[in-house]
């Protein structure tokens, strides 16, 4: 492999290969290289994705990619009109939301072919390291490269960001069944919270059909601390949010367990450094996710597209990468931010089922549909 390459993009998910795609399609080399033998799997999602009208009103200076808005119908598994939100007592409130649910691995590998139609060079199986600015390839490919970019779309544990002086991101720790078999609401996705069942975090249903869910919950490691007996796992925390939740356990009760995931959430907004020298990041390795929902997909695509324009505006126009983070803050920096500002709010409540029943009592339907979108509703921002 020569080693002058013009962009390198670490990882394979939808911020890289939306970057590589916008690279690619101006005629300038690039690498998609991922570490996964199989390009999006295994999956790590519950596959929600707002439809594109309502990504508008929770990114409204962001430009959409096409590739966010148009997705094929075989990537859909499920639609959506409802979001249900569970207080610690059972109580409910419920927003419209049009949802789609992804087959984040046919999602991903389209969205590499398109990168790969565009031009670029697909390395699966591939790992990178970084060097004093040189990538070292090991695995299926080989070699040393010293790319003119490099764009770590690499998630949560980012080498790029490491290489960059990042310290590690907070993040929150996930688990998910794919459940076939349970008694759901095939209409809404499901957000429960609870100190007890989802310490710091909270547990979801999001259907893939009609008898059919993603079955999860995300915590906070600093919350597990508390839990009893102490050093409680994950799978420990599922499986009783499964068997004993109140209203949970009657949905899922026979269910069978078709999948297993795991992996990490950005948690903590955006990350210090987003670009240095010729290096930026994007999607989870820069702390991309919307801190309210753990939504992370859309920002993810919206930070490729910026991070693959940086690149060729630095490549073809001079533009200096430096003008990466003040794009980043235009399109999407202000609901990345409040998301973080609200779920610290928010935090407080969750060490006590009394004060989340309490806050989750305050809040209309309409306000709280609000705070997923991470718009402080009026009453609390007046506080
Ligand atoms: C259990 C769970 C459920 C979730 N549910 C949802 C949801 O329902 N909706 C939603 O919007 N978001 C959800 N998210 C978050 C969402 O999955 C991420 O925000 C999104 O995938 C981020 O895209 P990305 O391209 O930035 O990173 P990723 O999709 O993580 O892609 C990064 C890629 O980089 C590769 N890589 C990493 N290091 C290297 C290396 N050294 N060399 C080569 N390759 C490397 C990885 O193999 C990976 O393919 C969920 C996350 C988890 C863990």
């Keep these: 492999m020569k080693e002058d390459i013009v962009v390198a993009v670490v990882g394979a998910g939808p911020a890289g290969s939306t970057a590589a795609e916008a690279i690619a399609d101006r005629g300038i080399e690039v690498l998609l290289i991922d570490k996964k033998s199989e390009i999006g799997s295994p999956v790590q999602c519950g596959g929600f994705l707002p439809e594109a009208f309502e990504l508008e009103k929770l990114m409204p200076r962001a430009l959409l990619p096409r590739t966010l808005k148009e997705i094929p119908e075989r990537n859909i598994l499920h639609r959506t009109q409802l979001q249900r939100i569970y207080s610690p007592s059972g109580n409910y409130k419920q927003f419209a939301v049009a949802g789609r649910v992804l087959d984040r691995r046919a999602y991903d590998r389209h ?7 565009a031009g670029a060079s697909v390395l699966p199986a591939t790992c990178a390291r970084l060097e004093e600015g040189t990538l070292q390839l090991s695995g299926r490919f080989c070699g040393k490269i010293r790319p003119q970019i490099i764009i770590g779309a690499d998630g949560p544990h980012s080498i790029v960001s490491l290489a960059m002086g990042n310290p590690i991101q907070e993040t929150g720790i996930c688990l998910e069944y794919e459940m076939a078999d349970v008694n759901i609401d095939p209409q809404a996705a499901e957000m429960y919270f609870s ?6 975090g909270y547990a979801w249903i999001i259907p893939l059909g009609r008898d059919i869910a993603n079955v999860g919950v995300g ?13 409680q796992k994950l799978p420990f925390i599922l499986d009783r949010f499964i068997r004993e939740h109140t209203i949970a356990a009657e949905k ?6 078709l999948a297993v995931m795991r992996g990490p959430v950005p948690a903590g907004g955006t990350i210090g450094v987003i670009q240095k020298g010729n290096m930026l990041i994007a999607g989870d390795a820069a702390g991309h996710v919307m801190a309210t929902s753990g939504g992370g997909i859309p920002l993810a695509m919206v930070a490729g597209r910026i991070a693959g324009e940086a690149a060729i505006g630095e490549l073809q126009a001079k533009i200096p990468l430096t003008d ?3 794009r980043i803050r235009e399109e999407f920096g202000i609901e990345l931010e409040r998301s ?8 407080l409540a969750m060490k006590s089922d009394r004060l989340m029943n309490a806050l989750f009592a305050a809040l209309s339907p309409a306000q709280m549909k609000s705070v997923m979108r991470a718009q402080i509703p009026a009453p609390l921002a007046s506080r």
């Excluded at 899922?252 to 367990?257: F, K, N, P």
């Design 111 to 117: 969205l590499a072919a398109r990168a790969a139609r």
């Design 195 to 200: 100190a007890h069942y989802a310490p710091g």
């Design 252 to 257: 899922l009760a026979g269910g069978e367990v």
């Design 340 to 347: 973080v500002q609200i779920r610290k709010m928010v935090d």
């Design 324 to 326: 990466y983070p003040s």
């Design 219 to 231: 915590v906070r490691a600093s919350y597990l601390a508390n839990e009893k007996p102490p050093g």
